[in-house]
């Protein structure tokens, strides 16, 4: 069965660096999403992707965050400057428009 | 609007015990609903879902889950807990119609199971 990939599963960062997340959703599906779990929290939107832009955005999502789909397989989730906040894990999910939708195994964001 | 409401942050059974993980939903639109597993340190993974026909829909490991429109419920059950249950589940839901799709999790159940 076709799966969405997370690289790396763990990073670990100091604080104020930049991190790149990257994901390689299904090949054929149209809308992609990055959503983050803060340790024994609730799952949590950020960001949806369709059509090479973002089609919405949560709270969450501001200017540190970004969104590229630089070559048309991969996805990725840039963090310009972290915060000891931003420690999560982050999941990338891909939806082909009619069916259920596919989660990554994530990455674990640490921030030092 | 869309949001999921999942009753009782923890369950706990005992192996061989029938489970029942509690999810309602309010959506503006007709609703895609979900169920995911989470094992920890694990991602998410999808255990049935809802899109249209069938109200009573099979998953793997042996759950089903029934849309029940009337009751804005999706709840999850098992008839026997195994012990390889213990984990995480989320419910969640997203419209089927809008062109957002975006998926709104609750807050998770976390199932425990007793020897």
């Known amino acids: 069965e076709p799966e969405v990939t997370q690289t790396p599963s763990h990073q670990v960062t100091q604080m104020g660096q930049e991190v790149i997340l990257r994901c390689v959703p299904i090949s054929n599906h149209l809308y992609f999403y990055w959503y983050r779990q803060i340790l024994g929290q609730k799952v949590e939107f950020l960001v949806s992707f369709y059509n090479n832009e973002i089609s919405e955005k949560s709270e969450i999502f501001d200017d540190q965050f970004s969104v590229e789909r630089p070559d048309g397989s991969n996805f990725t989730l840039k963090i310009r400057s972290t915060k000891l906040e931003d420690s999560a894990m982050y999941f990338c999910a891909s939806f082909p428009g009619g069916s259920g939708y596919t989660f990554g195994s994530g990455t674990r964001l640490t921030v030092v | 609007a869309q949001s999921v409401t999942q009753l009782g942050s923890h369950v706990s059974v005992s192996e061989g015990a029938l489970v029942l993980l509690r999810c309602n939903y309010s959506s503006s639109v007709p609703p895609y609903l979900f169920w995911y597993v989470q094992y920890p340190n694990q991602g998410l993974q999808l255990l049935l879902k809802?899109?249209?026909?069938?109200?009573l829909v099979k998953g793997i490991n042996g759950f089903e889950a029934e849309f029940k429109k009337s009751e804005t419920s999706f709840h999850l059950t098992k008839p026997s807990a195994h012990m390889s249950d213990a984990a995480e589940y989320f419910c969640?839901?997203?419209?089927?119609?809008?062109?957002?799709?975006?998926?709104?999790f609750g807050r998770g159940t976390s199932l425990i199971v007793h020897p």
């Open positions: 969640a839901v997203s419209p089927a119609a809008g062109g957002s799709y975006i998926p709104t």
């Open positions: 809802y899109t249209t026909g069938a109200t």
